[in-house]
């Protein structure tokens, strides 16, 4: 029998029963009398073990109420053996348990409901938190998925869902008839498609949003984990279906005892305007992220303009010549011309963060040249680009420390921060590999982690291990020795937070990178992150595909995603966001505008084809100039909020009231003093309209 429980004082949750105390899920659940699902589809939970324990059934022995309104739900895991198990030999052929006897076995779980009552951003909210354990003497699991769907009022049409992700649309305006996912697809026409998959279930605070937010008439579903850790997700709604899929898989090291990180599923009361929809958004994803950055000691660093560059080459022989500027030079030499070129270039057109290409060592610079001959016929058939990391400091082939330090020098002389890539993977030929094969991620195959590449390509490290000091250490002295402002940290998602390591526990790597990263902002003062996902440590830098409806190949900075034209649509959602894109069949002046949008929401564009061939660096004046505007305000830009009828953006910061002003639309003109930034000077505004396209202080 069904039975329905009240959490707390506000919500309302059904309890599912079948026939001989079978679990069946969760059903409907209500808050302040509001819907938040169609119980049409329970809520459910799915476990097993990597020898091939699968738990398809669930009992309930038990519902008991706690002090505080909240309420246990005793389980019993009624699991049967299957022969399959999870892991697989060399050639990704699943293994097989062998058992005298398959009889049934039953271990103790529980699933825990507490009422929540809170308010954030300035509003109430009511609902409750969700966690789940499971307890056995004699089997271990290593992840949990709970599959439910969430829809304000029973059904997604006519609801906005917010899911700033590197590879789904920002923006979804809930429609039966449309579809929505989080899943990386190797090309938008393969949904649906299992093979179309790059990676499905996304880590959150990854590929995909760390919480989520829902909003209808009736008022606004946030659900989030205040510690959140290693979560993979699908948030799916297929064409054709009225529900909103949240897929939740958690992982975690290998144990007979676990308790979940508690997800918290709230709701505040009352209809948002369209700009307070994107508003609420902003201060939620402030909210949610803070509690992770809190937890390790991260500040956030918010979006600067940066700039591509790009170099002509040649090879000859063992060396390898860029030209840049009208001068070509060897690679140990690049650093030194990119400081008398490239930096002073960057200077005028506002750029203050700038990455060069890579400078660490890899298999580029210390077997780029080894050829087959060289090694013989058992000798090595793999050599990797400069992903193929052996160690993250500046190698010998591009001039060294001192190489580097000659031009961090000049761009802190020139007011830029000068930064390097990095990455949570590194070569298989990498010599830490020799020295410690421990510090290597081991998949479900028994061989090295290649995050989607094979393992003779890239191996992911496990951060759990000594390798964390290791680099450590060589930061430490770039830093020291070299100047270091800014670390960009490519593949985050899938080859640093999707791995399990099948040699040790099937830990993740997810706490041990945030603990790093807090470590090396500390510690060694490099201040400021960005990274090829969505997280909540650091901005996003990610590609692009502008592909106006009929590019659907595969293209080099994303396979089919991320489409730039949803981000066009919603420009508010770009907060924290910085778009590399090639885009197409747009004019100029096109350009411009979403350029400006974007910096004015609080991100912005690297457009790949605007630089000049001559020297590498230059883009056109008009982008030099929005860069230099937002150079010339970036200070005051702190607090966001998005204007009524989304006719611009006003920013305000804490310490002196000033408040910065984009417009989309002409506006009122402020009481009081009021000057506009040009891109090269200060003028004051008079009359009574604020013409559109302008940046304001007042």
Known sequence: MNKKIKVGRHAVVEILCGKGRRFLGLGGVMIDGVAMRSA????????DT??????????????????????????????????RCEHADDYDQNLVALRDRDEAVVDDCALMLAPVEEVIAGRAWHGFSMTFSFKSAKRKIHRVQ??????????????????????????????????????????????????????????????IQGFDVQAAASGTLFQYWPRLDSVSSLVESMAGSDLLHVVDEYRFALSGSVTLPEKRIVFSAGGLAEHEGFNLWKDLKDYAYGLSCARFGIAPTRVRPEAFHDYATRAEGDALWYRIGGTEVRSHDVPYLIAEKVLPVLARQGVKRFMPQVKGASDVTELGFRRKIDGGIQGDLHCASVCATHRF???????????????????????????????PHFSPRAPIFEEHPEYRMISVTGMPAGGGYTPQTLVVGDWNTGLADWVFED????????????????SLSNMGLVQCNYADAMRTNFAALGKFYGRVQRELGIRSFSCECVSPWMYSRFGMADLR?????????????????????????????????????????????????????????????????????????????????????????????????????????????????????PMARPAGRVASF?????????????????????
């Open 40 to 47: 049409s589809r329970p809520i459910k939970i799915n476990l």
């Open 50 to 83: 990597p020898e091939g324990i699968l738990y398809p059934e669930l009992s309930l022995e038990g519902v008991a109420r706690g002090k505080d309104g909240g309420w246990r739900l005793a389980l019993k895991a009624h699991g049967v053996a299957g022969a």
């Open 146 to 207: 709970i599959h439910s769907t969430w829809e304000i009022g029973g059904r997604i049409a006519g609801n906005t869902v917010y899911s700033q992700g590197q590879c789904n649309r920002p923006v979804y305006r809930g429609k039966k008839s449309t579809m929505f996912t989080t899943a990386c697809l190797k090309r938008l026409d393969l949904y649906g498609k299992l093979h179309g998959n790059s990676f499905q279930l996304g880590p959150r605070g990854g590929l």
């Open 393 to 423: 400091f500046p190698s010998a082939f591009w001039g060294g420390i001192a190489a580097w330090k000659a031009m961090a020098d000049r761009a802190h002389d020139l007011g830029i921060e000068i930064g390097t890539w990095l990455a």
């Open 475 to 490: 930061l430490r002295r770039w830093k020291a020795e070299g100047g270091l402002d800014y670390i960009f940290t490519d």
């Open 549 to 665: 409806g009929d590019l659907m190949e595969q293209v080099r900075s994303v396979a089919g995603q991320n489409d730039f034209a949803w981000w066009v649509d919603d420009p508010e959602m770009m907060e924290g966001v910085m778009a590399a894109c090639d885009p197409r069949k747009r004019t100029d002046a096109e350009k411009e505008r979403l350029l400006f949008m974007a910096l004015a929401c609080g991100g912005s564009i690297m457009y790949q084809d605007l630089l000049d061939p001559k020297d590498g660096c230059s883009v056109p004046e008009w982008n030099a100039r929005l860069y230099r505007v937002h150079g010339e305000v970036y200070e005051g830009m702190e607090a966001r909020a998005v204007l009524p009828g989304r006719k611009g953006v006003r920013w305000t910061n804490g310490r002196d009231g000033t408040a910065v002003l984009w417009t989309f639309a």
């Open 678 to 698: 040009d891109g090269d000077a200060w003028n004051d505004v008079t009359g009574d309209t604020l013409p559109a396209w302008g940046v304001y202080k007042f």
